[in-house]
C-alpha cells in the first residue's frame, strides 16, 4: 500500500526476483476495505505509507491485522511494531542474491479488481502475465523516450507503464497523482512523448508550451469519437485505442499505421498473443457486424480468481476467457465495443462494482433497498447514482441524503462515493421481479447532487 514513490517499482521487482507473490493495494482503502484484501489473501507482510497510520489503528482495533507477521513502513515510521523500509534497504549487502527459483509459471501478483459480483475479486497473475503485457503494449505505438506515468502504481495501468519503460528503455516520468489542470504543463515541463489521454484531456484549452513537444503516440480508451482527430492535429501525434482488463492483459489494439480508422471508435485488432472471437449466448461465433461476447485466450491469462472457483470456472470456457463484454467486429476485422454484459460502473478509469456500493448504502438505518447505476458524465464517463428506497416507518427527512453519502465515505474508497441520489416510493421491476435498472439511468423525481449539495429537479 504506497504512492506511486519510488519504493513501490523497487519493492514489486524485488518481490519478483524472489518469487514472492505481491498483493498490491489502493492507497485510497478504507479500513474495511483493506481488512477484507488482508483476509482474502492472507498477506503475511503488510508494507505500507506512513501517511497510513490512522488505517493501521483502525485495523489494529478491529484485529485486521492479526494474521500479518510483520508490517514494513515506508517513511518516518513512528509504529512501534514496525520496520522501516529505508532502514531494511540500508541493511542490503552489495551482492545479488541466490538465483532465483521462479519460472514463466511462478504466481507473481494477486490483482484486486472490482467487477460485477459484489467485493473485490483477486486475479492470480504469474510473472509471464507480466512479460506479455508490457511487451505487448511496448510494440504498440512509435517507440517513446520519455513515458507519463500518472495513473496509481498499484493498478494494471500503471504497472504496464512501467513495464514499457523497461522493454524499450525509455525514462519512466511517474507523477504523485494525476491532475487534470496540470497535466500539459507536466507534458511541458518533462518533454514528455507518450501519455494518455480521456474526454477531459482532449478538451483542455491549448497549451503555448504544447507546439515544440515532439509526441510519439497518445493512448486512449473510449475517447469521443468526435474528439479523436482533433486531440491527433492538436499534438501532431498518432494516438492509438487500447482494450484491456485486468484478468487478461492487453487483448486489442489499433495499429499506429491505420491512420483512416481514427475517430472510428474502434478498439482495434487482437494484441500480440492475442487470439479474439465474438460469440451468441451459446457459445456460437457470430458474423461480422453482429454483436455478441468478446472471448480471449492465449498467453498471460490469469490463472482464475482467488478462493472462487465457481466464479473462475464461470468465465472461462474451453480455454477461452469471457471478458463479459459486447462487441461487433466489422469486415475487415476491426473490433467495436458496444457494451457491457457486467453490471459495473466505469469512473474514470476506475470499475465499481454496483454491488459493493449497494451493500454498503444498504446498511444505512431506514433503508429498504437500494440500486446503484452509472450514469454518463462528460468529465469521468460515469457517476454513481444511487436510488433508494425507504422503510415504510420512515420519511425522508429522517434519512437525508447527506446520512447516507457520509456513511458510504467511511466505508467505501471515495471513487466509488455515491454523487447522485434519488428516492423513490418503489423500484421498477422485470417480469422475474429483479429491479429495472435500466429504467433507474432517467429521473422520475429530484437528485441530489453531492457535489453541489442541492436538489436538481429531473
Sequence with gaps: MLPNVPAYAVTWFALARLGAVMVPVNMRYTARELEYVLRDSEAGVLVIDASCHELLRQLREGNAVST???????????????????????????????????????????QYTSGSTGLPKGCLLNQDYWMVLGYARSIQGPTPRRVLIDKPMSYMGGMWRFLVCLHVGATACVALQFTLSGLQQRLVERRIDFFSATDAVARLPDHPGIADLSVAWISIAGLSRDLHRPLEAKFR????ELYGMTEAGAILYMPADAAHMSGSGSCGIPAPFRECRIVDGEGRDVPPGETGELWVRGRGIMRGYLNQPETTAAVFSDGWFRTGDLFRRDEAGYFYIQGRIKDSIRRSGENISTREVESVAAMVEGVQEVA???????????????????????????????????????????????????????????????????????????????????????
Design 372 to 458: 446503484a447505476v452509472g450514469v454518463p458524465d462528460p468529465l469521468r464517463g460515469q457517476e454513481v447514482k444511487l436510488c433508494v428506497v425507504l422503510l415504510p416507518s420512515y420519511a425522508r427527512g429522517q434519512i437525508n441524503p447527506e446520512k447516507i453519502i457520509d456513511h458510504c465515505s467511511k466505508n467505501l474508497a471515495a471513487f466509488k462515493v455515491p454523487r447522485y441520489i434519488e428516492y423513490l416510493g418503489e423500484f421498477p421491476r422485470t417480469s422475474s421481479n429483479k429491479i429495472a435498472k435500466q429504467s433507474l439511468l432517467t429521473a422520475s423525481g429530484p437528485i441530489y447532487d453531492r457535489t453541489t449539495k442541492i436538489w436538481v429537479e429531473s
Design 237 to 240: 501525434s498518432v494516438v492509438r
Design 68 to 110: 500479518v507477521e510483520r508490517i514494513v513502513e515506508h517513511g518516518p515510521a513512528v509504529t512501534p511494531d514496525a520496520k522501516n523500509w529505508g532502514d531494511l534497504v540500508a541493511l542490503a549487502g552489495d551482492s545479488a542474491i541466490d538465483e532465483s527459483r521462479v519460472d514463466a509459471e511462478s504466481l507473481m501478483s494477486i
